[in-house]
């Protein structure tokens, strides 16, 4: 089963891009898998926010949880460097992305239905408290602990394809061997170089090398929301994300 998962992810993004009207293109992606009983996942209550789910209480006999990073191309990451607002070509990819998961995971919902297992479906973005800007499920905490990447300083998961991309995660009572989570850093600030140029491509300060002001952050997504006239949500920035060491592999 975890060579048809992982088989039926790759050849559905390559599919999806082949769309006469998605405009976005994809890297092939990455994938792990976490125990849904790790430890790890009750620390989250304090890393993320007290009212984070576990993936039990998502689905009921959760065995697994999958996780999988799609790397945004080159030339669309690279579109999103100039100016103070997310180009185009970066929040056309957000939506069509967030959709793309959406649609992902619906599939392997049912192929698994198919073979007698359950999974859940977890929006790819908007399922956090508008006030706090705390979230009750984090992609990017779920991947961590799948063993997709590590944390670089701009928040964002530094897999071996970078972070330049978005995270999506589905809970099974599937049983999948755990991947291997390596505690190798794979920021250079964390790893003990001299970069913080993440901080540096912050455009409107939210972004410090010892904190982060969420509400700022959002403000600034905002602004461009009102900007990318997409008929979807697009509360997008990608700035510290692209134009970087990290930005298409990890660097460490």
Partial sequence: ?????????HNYIAEYQKKDEIKSE????VIKYAAADDPMFKELKDAVSESHLMPEDILPGA????AYFIPFTNKISNSNIE???SSPQWAKAYVET?????????????????KGYQASLIAATNNFDKERLLSDWSHRHAAYIAGLGT???NNMLITEKGCAGRIGTLIT??????????EKERCFNKAGFNCSKCVDRCVNG?????????????????ENDKLHLESELTDVCGKCSVDLPCSFTSPV
Avoid at 1 to 9: D, G, S
Avoid at 63 to 66: A, G, K, S, Y
Wanted: with cysteine.
């Fill in 83 to 85: 100016d103070k607002y």
């Fill in 206 to 222: 939210a972004l410090q090398e010892n904190s982060f002001d969420r509400h700022l952050c959002y403000d600034l997504l905002l």
């Fill in 63 to 66: 065995q697994t949880v999958i």
């Fill in 173 to 182: 009572n599937l049983k999948v061997e755990a991947s291997e989570r390596t």
């Fill in 98 to 114: 967030n959709q793309l998961i959406a649609e992902l995971n619906q599939q392997l919902k049912n192929k698994l239905s198919e």
């Fill in 26 to 29: 994809w890297k092939d992606p």
């Fill in 1 to 9: 089963m975890k060579k048809k998962i992982e088989n039926l992810i």
């Fill in 151 to 153: 944390f670089g300083i």
